[in-house]
């Protein structure tokens, strides 16, 4: 972890708790738990809550424990289990020996099940779901008993047997749990505990044709693995009375307590599972790991690296209040990483020719160039320099503004680690297109140096033409185009159709054709790029990860990276 996220800088409520339970003596021994369901991939909101309970764990000498909350087969996949557990891996986190599974407990939990029965605290329930609804009332309105509420208890432990092996289509009956249909918290109104699925489950396969509900697997899952707190986020706060209900009234062996933290949201993000696997399932997006989603996958391909995303964890701390975090804080943290990290190099996204006039034709010099001038210990590299170069479109501007200091008809620039040179000529197509440059170089200036001490303002990046390496190059932006996505009722229509740009004929420094899966680059005044899992021997595919400039960074007053 990083220096940022010692245990001072790291303090906030949820910690406060811990600390204290620890020193009342409370609490012996620290288990946390992270529990997906295994029905699609983490996101940077998962981070946020894997960060704070395996970090709780890490600096109070705990535990903990990965666990799958796998009580619906009809939305889960074994895909999604190892998805989860790569990405976790690659977070830097280890749960060690703890990787447990909710569909471990289906025999415990259908034994307390039995047990809510024979304790008259569940019965059988032959309402159809239309009923169960009309039935539970609203938030002004109680909710009245269902005619199955008094069955007799040997009545209803022969028909949950009967729903066990399989004797009932879907729907046909529930166990609901009796609590109270008039309570103000709609949660305790008989929830329904268990439920009729007929369908094949990733690790009990047919076993079972009944399962637990999420509400009631949740908590006794903790109490069984012992854990200490249990962290989840502010919508299950109402949800908490009814957990306490459950371990009051069944024989468990610990008594887990629950706490609430604000989940974190995005800006320009979002952050539901639902609405992500509609985004894949539409093909809105390549896949989970498309490199504009806010999926762990996603931001890996794109090239965030994992210590940006703990930084970011611990940066934007733990509330009990909802409140949208800006993405470009995010943004700051990968660049904080990359800015110390990542190899600078010369690349030509949008490329126009440049002919050195004065150019020896079959010379090629090998110039020197710093590979991080902010990190000496990254050494150097070298570049050829040749007659025929490639620079950036945008760099040359035939009759530019005030303020345009690079390029233009008879004006001198220099060319980074290399000379200055001056345009004498511009070529254009029958379309009245730029197409070519003609330039003379000043022999006198190599590496850059004025000897006499003119000044020129602009430095441009290039690559030489005959050496470079060609290369896809996909720029993203957003993929949601408003800050809210979705506020307005219509998320799709909120989908920024821009954001991404492919560009075909970007054209690299020769040392880029080694640029191994996943490294990241810094493209001189371009940003930062890594290689993407569609490159091949042949064709070099990269994404941008991010740009140079730090909106953040700005807002603070800072400097810009
Ligand atoms: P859903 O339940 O709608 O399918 P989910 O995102 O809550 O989606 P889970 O697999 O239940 O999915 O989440 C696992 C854990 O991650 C939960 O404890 C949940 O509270 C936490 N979590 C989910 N989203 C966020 C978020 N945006 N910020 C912080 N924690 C989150
Ligand atoms: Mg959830």
């Known amino acids: 972890m990083s220096e940022q996220s010692s245990d001072t800088e790291n303090r906030n409520f949820i910690r406060d708790i811990v600390a204290d339970d620890l020193s009342s003596g409370h609490c012996k021994e620290i288990a946390t738990r992270f529990p997906p369901e295994p029905n699609g991939y983490l996101h940077i909101g998962h981070a946020k809550s894997i960060c704070l309970n395996f970090g709780i764990a890490q600096d109070f000498g705990g535990r903990c424990h990965l666990r799958f909350d796998d009580t619906n087969p009809t939305r889960e996949e074994q895909e999604y289990i190892d998805a989860i557990k790569t990405d976790i891996r690659w977070l830097g986190l280890d749960w060690g020996k703890h990787l447990y599974y909710a569909s471990d407990y289906f025999e415990q939990l259908y034994d307390w099940a039995v047990h809510l029965i024979q304790t008259g605290n569940a019965y059988v329930d032959d309402l159809t779901a239309d009923e169960i609804r009309d039935y539970r009332g609203t938030l002004t309105d109680p909710g009245r008993n269902s005619p199955y509420r008094d069955r007799p208890i040997e009545e209803n432990l022969h028909l949950f047997a009967r729903m066990r092996s399989g004797d009932f289509p879907e729907g046909r009956c529930v166990l609901r749990a009796k609590i109270d249909m008039a309570s103000g918290n709609i949660n305790l109104r008989d929830p329904i505990i268990y439920r009729i699925i007929h369908t094949k489950h990733p690790r009990t396969a047919s076993k079972w044709c009944i399962y637990p509900t999420y509400d009631f697997a949740h908590g006794q899952s903790d109490a069984i693995e012992h854990i200490s707190h249990s962290i989840c986020t502010l919508e299950f706060e109402d949800h908490r009375p009814l957990y306490d209900w459950f371990i009051e009234n069944l024989p468990v062996p610990s008594r887990p307590h629950q706490h609430e933290f604000a989940r974190l949201n995005l800006s320009y993000t979002v952050l539901s599972k639902r609405i992500l696997t509609q985004l894949v399932r539409e093909n809105r997006v390549s896949g989970w790991d498309d490199p504009r989603m806010p999926t762990l996958a996603g931001l890996r391909r794109r090239g965030f690296p994992p210590e940006a995303i703990r930084d970011f964890a611990s940066r934007i701390g733990v509330a009990k209040r909802d409140a949208v975090v800006d993405v470009a804080m995010l943004e700051h943290c990968v660049r904080d990483i990359l800015n110390q990290n990542a190899d600078r190099r010369m690349a030509v996204l949008r490329p126009l020719k440049v002919i050195i006039e004065n150019y020896p034709d079959s010379q090629v010099e090998e110039l020197e160039a710093a590979n991080n001038p902010g990190n000496e210990s990254s050494g150097t590299r070298t570049i050829p320099f040749s007659r025929e170069l490639y620079i950036e479109q945008d ?133 930062y790029f890594c290689s993407d899992t569609d490159s091949t021997p042949e064709r070099l595919v990269l994404n941008r990860t991010i740009g140079l400039r730090d909106s953040w960074s700005k807002t603070l007053g800072g400097k810009t990276g």
Request: with cysteine; hydrophobic share 35%; glycine share 8%.
């Open 395 to 527: 760099d040359f501007m035939e009759a530019p503004p005030k303020k345009f200091f690079r390029l233009a008809p008879d004006r001198e620039v220099r060319l980074r680690y290399g000379y200055l040179i001056t345009c004498t000529n511009v070529i254009k197509d029958v379309n009245g297109e730029v197409t070519e440059l003609r330039c003379t170089y000043d022999p006198a200036t190599r590496g850059g140096k004025t000897p006499d001490g003119r000044k020129v303002k602009g430095t441009l990046h290039w690559v030489s033409a005959s050496h470079a390496v060609d290369a896809e190059v996909r720029l993203y932006e957003y993929l949601f185009a408003v800050s809210e996505p979705g506020v307005d009722g219509n998320l799709i229509q909120d989908i920024n159709p821009t954001s991404l740009e492919v560009l075909n004929n970007c054209k690299l420094e020769p040392c880029l054709v080694n640029l191994s899966k996943g490294q990241t680059v810094q493209f001189e005044r371009m940003g």
